[in-house]
């Protein structure tokens, strides 16, 4: 198959569609405008949906040298530490999902991926570079690169994440919306906590306007701390550069009441830094997953709150569906409009429903008053039918033409 594809960004979902594609038997370059490669944040989860298709693409042996398979979720109340809600995971997950749920840091998935796509030939890596601008030119797309160089391929796929470039000309300038969330991010050596705290769990404290969650990383030698409270950065703040004390000062203020326990976990991070979240209103169609040749993938297309910790999720299984209606049609010439349109049609209401979970899961995680009373029932009376997403940990979906 001589075809070549553009894919804009170098980040995890950059790097899965490189790799789907390049599985498909398509050739890629990838434009990343880092001068090397690399990922910020902190640690991530994947549920089965998302484990599955690393499974698929022969990467277990990887994330088992780099991630933790957690046995439970945990959910706590922040203030009196008493549990609200339990759900099995590992041998349950993989009964339950036929896969595991596995949790990591950001940087490790990024790594695993980059090794699997610069394995293949198909793949060139282009470090430096940014596309500045695309227009469809028949019978492709040509890109225009801040340098200056222009580049022609069958088709284009955005990958460049919230503030993504290919959307803006794709679907018009549309600002990224604040969430009125702000979240302080930590790692912590397993080894420097109590034993409680360094538990095989992934544990979230809820609590008025605020929760806490926490897991292992590293094969469990690192504890991954995220703490997202309510609050807005004020104009012209820089969080990076703020120092260790004031973040954890202001964090443990927005916390208050918070008990023992969590204010330990809290206190045991060495260093903290703080991030503004972000969004946007979830998909309403699928003209803004894909429209001709382009197509947008991630957050470039949907960006969603971290409260059902399927960001990375999401973007893998996007580009395995790009994978899956690409193998299908293998040995025939691709007709990427049409190929883009059942793409879309494919991923457009999962990921919207993702993105109005994502927000929901905030509202409740945060709920004061008679919400929080009718959460804490629910969660009681409930138990594992309300916590484990079988819609969701069963997927991705296979697409139609793929079947």
């Known amino acids: 198959m001589n075809q070549q594809v553009i894919v804009a960004g170098g980040g995890i979902g950059g790097l899965a569609c490189a790799l789907a594609l390049a599985r498909a038997g398509v050739r890629s370059v990838l434009l990343e405008q880092a001068a090397a490669f690399g990922e910020v944040g902190a640690g991530l989860q994947l549920g089965p949906n998302a484990v599955r298709v690393l499974a698929e693409w022969g990467l277990m042996d990887a994330l088992q040298a780099c991630a933790a398979f957690p046995e439970a979720l945990r959910v706590r109340d922040a203030h009196r530490a008493h549990q609200l809600g339990?759900?099995?995971?590992?041998?349950?997950?993989?009964?339950?999902?036929?896969?595991?749920?596995?949790?990591l840091h950001r940087a490790d998935l990024h790594g695993l991926l980059?090794?699997?796509?610069?394995?293949?030939?198909?793949?060139?890596?282009?470090?430096?570079?940014?596309?500045?601008?695309?227009?469809?030119?028949?019978?492709?797309?040509?890109?225009?690169?801040e340098s200056g160089e222009t580049l022609a391929a069958e088709a284009l796929v955005g990958c460049d994440g919230l503030w993504s470039r290919v959307r803006t000309q794709l679907l018009g300038a549309q600002p990224a919306r604040?969430?009125?969330?702000?979240?302080?991010?930590?790692?912590?050596?397993?080894?420097?906590?109590?034993?409680?705290?360094?538990?095989?769990?992934?544990?979230?404290?809820?609590?008025?306007?605020?929760?806490?969650?926490?897991?292992?990383?590293?094969?469990?030698?690192?504890?991954?701390?995220?703490?997202?409270?309510?609050?807005?950065?004020?104009?012209?703040?820089?969080?990076?550069g703020w120092t260790h004390e004031a973040h954890a000062a202001d964090l443990r203020r927005a916390l208050g009441p918070a008990?023992?326990?969590?204010?330990?976990?809290?206190?045991?991070?060495?260093?903290?830094t703080l991030w503004p979240l972000n969004d946007r209103v979830p998909l309403n169609g699928p003209h803004e997953q894909a429209q001709g040749r382009v197509a947008l993938l991630g957050d470039a297309a949907h960006p969603m709150r971290p409260y059902l910790a399927q960001g990375a999720a999401m973007a893998i299984e996007d580009a395995w569906t790009l994978g899956r209606l690409l193998e299908a049609g293998r040995g025939a010439p691709t007709d990427w409009t049409a190929l883009f349109s059942r793409y879309a049609q494919t991923r457009w209401q999962r990921n919207a429903r993702?993105?109005?979970?994502?927000?929901?899961?905030?509202v409740v995680f945060h709920a004061q008053g008679a919400l929080r009373w009718g959460r804490?029932?629910?969660?009681?009376?409930?138990?594992?039918?309300?916590?484990?997403?079988?819609?969701?940990y069963d997927g991705p979906p296979e697409p139609a033409s793929a079947r």
């Open 354 to 362: 993702v993105q109005r979970h994502s927000q929901r899961n905030g």
């Open 114 to 145: 980059l090794n699997a796509v610069q394995r293949r030939p198909e793949v060139q890596l282009r470090l430096g570079t940014r596309l500045a601008s695309f227009e469809e030119v028949a019978p492709g797309v040509r890109a225009t690169l």
């Open 376 to 392: 804490d029932t629910a969660m009681g009376l409930l138990g594992e039918r309300l916590l484990d997403n079988t819609w969701l």
């Open 178 to 240: 604040a969430t009125g969330h702000l979240a302080y991010r930590g790692m912590v050596r397993a080894v420097d906590l109590p034993a409680a705290l360094r538990a095989n769990t992934v544990t979230a404290w809820l609590g008025p306007r605020l929760h806490v969650v926490h897991y292992p990383v590293k094969q469990g030698e690192w504890i991954n701390v995220v703490a997202v409270v309510h609050g807005v950065l004020r104009p012209g703040d820089d969080p990076q």
């Open 86 to 103: 339990h759900l099995r995971l590992g041998a349950m997950a993989l009964a339950r999902h036929g896969q595991h749920y596995a949790t």
């Open 259 to 272: 008990c023992a326990e969590l204010m330990a976990m809290v206190a045991a991070v060495p260093e903290w």
